[in-house]
């Protein structure tokens, strides 16, 4: 089993940053990739970023040049940098992890979500 604690949301006006930490803990496992997700009231989750373990990134359309995903493989964590925030990033973030439990095993992993309100 792994988990999925994430970390560094809140409240931040217009314009401001966050930054989301995302640490995986468990036993005899190895993180493919990672990623973010977000779902707003009302709306399905969607893809924010993804990395994968040797550093290639994906972002959504809408996050692309203000968002930065990263990742320490050391720590198993992975890092949402979010700079000029609008309100429609309002939303609760999850973290995903692609993992690999054994030779013959692949699992996904959601963490619990964290809140980011971005007022006007």
């Known amino acids: 089993q792994v988990q999925l604690v994430e970390s560094g949301g809140g409240l931040v006006q217009a314009g401001g940053s966050l930054r989301l930490s995302c640490a995986a803990s468990?036993?005899?496992?190895?993180?493919?990739?990672m990623g973010w997700y977000r779902q707003a009231p009302g709306k399905q989750r969607d893809m924010v970023a993804r990395?994968?373990?040797?550093?290639?990134?994906n972002y959504a359309d809408s996050v692309k040049g203000r968002f930065t995903i990263s990742r320490d493989n050391a720590k198993n964590t992975v890092y949402l940098q979010m700079n000029s925030l609008k309100p429609e990033d309002t939303a609760v973030y999850y973290c995903?992890?692609?993992?690999?439990?054994?030779?013959?095993?692949?699992?996904?992993?959601w963490g619990q979500g964290t809140q980011v309100t971005v007022s006007s």
């Open positions: 990395i994968t373990s040797d550093g290639t990134t």
């Open positions: 468990g036993t005899a496992f190895t993180i493919n990739g």
């Open positions: 995903n992890a692609d993992t690999r439990l054994s030779k013959a095993v692949l699992a996904n992993y």
